[in-house]
């Protein structure tokens, strides 16, 4: 049975390949634009990642004060990140 905790990492699976994918889609679409000079050549651009907080805010006293119950959840993302080449 899928649990909730699934759901929520293959839905932010998604959420992260679409940002990825919009953004190569930017870098491709903006190098037909330019005129096709070596330096605008979409493999020499790279999309970077980001990893958010992990809280739901960035008030210190509501992170929880073991940093090994966030290792999993940043492992996740970056995986993530990494399976789509950024």
Known sequence: PITSDDAVKER???????????????????SKTQQCHRRHNPNNVRVAGTVPPLTECYVSSLVPHCANALIPSYAFLLSTLMEEGV
């Open 12 to 30: 932010t699976r998604q959420l992260v390949q679409a940002a990825v994918r919009c953004a190569k889609n930017v870098v491709h679409k903006e």
